[in-house]
């Protein structure tokens, strides 16, 4: 059975610190990882997409990395804001069943002044 | 340009009536999902239409649940003899294509249902 295991299920940290978003599945064949941001009351929008043979990708100060031979990801914030504190969201594709991806629990960030 | 739309953007109903709820998806998007998401917890798959193939409905919790598309616009997801865990946000996705899910799915704004 397809499974995406996000951690920490919850996470509080000070505005300007970093934080890392762990992502572990077992989506096979793997096509490709997605994580999303969604505020509270509002649709999940995309940060990062990626395939198979990305390791990284960065928008802003959100890095993504990926390790296909381990089936992990992570989601690095940089210097956070108040404006981070959402929930995290992963999500990943495989070659089989297209339409229908797999989607964590998330991680819902917490950014204290 | 407009992104996913969806109406209501709050239902309240109760116990075994039926409901509809709207979503117009970006214009030209050929893929269309819902999914459900309850207070706390992830998003679940509930259908996904992709052009005009037949639909993937595998994510249906019951026969209760049931959901159309007209042509690669509007579509409507219906709920009949609404139970209290049917309470949830029902969210709506597009994007440009389907297949291996690579094309980034836009999310609409949700629709809270709340079931009395």
């Known amino acids: 059975k397809n499974q995406v295991e996000q951690s920490p299920q919850s996470l509080i940290i000070l505005e300007g610190k970093n934080c890392t978003l762990q992502c572990n599945y077992t989506v096979s064949p793997f096509s490709n990882l997605r994580w999303y941001k969604q505020d509270t009351g509002r649709g999940p929008v995309s940060l990062t997409i990626m395939t198979f043979s990305e390791n990284t990708k960065s928008n802003g100060r959100y890095t993504a990395t990926l390790d296909a031979d381990t089936k992990q990801s992570s989601l690095h914030i940089t210097a956070s804001q108040l404006s981070d504190s959402a929930s995290y969201i992963c999500v990943v594709s495989g070659f089989t069943n297209a339409g229908k991806s797999t989607f964590g629990d998330g991680t819902t960030l917490t950014v204290k002044p | 340009g407009a992104g996913v739309s969806q109406s209501p953007s709050n239902k309240v109903t109760e116990k075994g009536k039926d409901v509809e709820l709207r979503c117009d998806p970006i214009s030209g998007h050929t893929a269309l999902y819902w999914y459900r998401q309850r207070l706390g917890q992830g998003l679940e798959f509930l259908i996904y239409f992709q052009g005009n193939s037949a639909p993937d409905k595998s994510g249906l919790p019951s026969d209760r649940f049931s959901a159309e598309r007209t042509g690669e616009s509007v579509s409507t997801l219906t709920i009949q003899r609404t139970q209290q865990e049917d309470s949830a946000v029902y969210l709506c996705?597009?994007?440009?294509?389907?297949?291996?899910?690579?094309?980034?799915?836009?999310f609409g704004p949700g629709t809270r249902l709340t079931v009395t």
């Open positions: 996705a597009s994007s440009l294509g389907g297949g291996q899910g690579i094309h980034e799915q836009y």
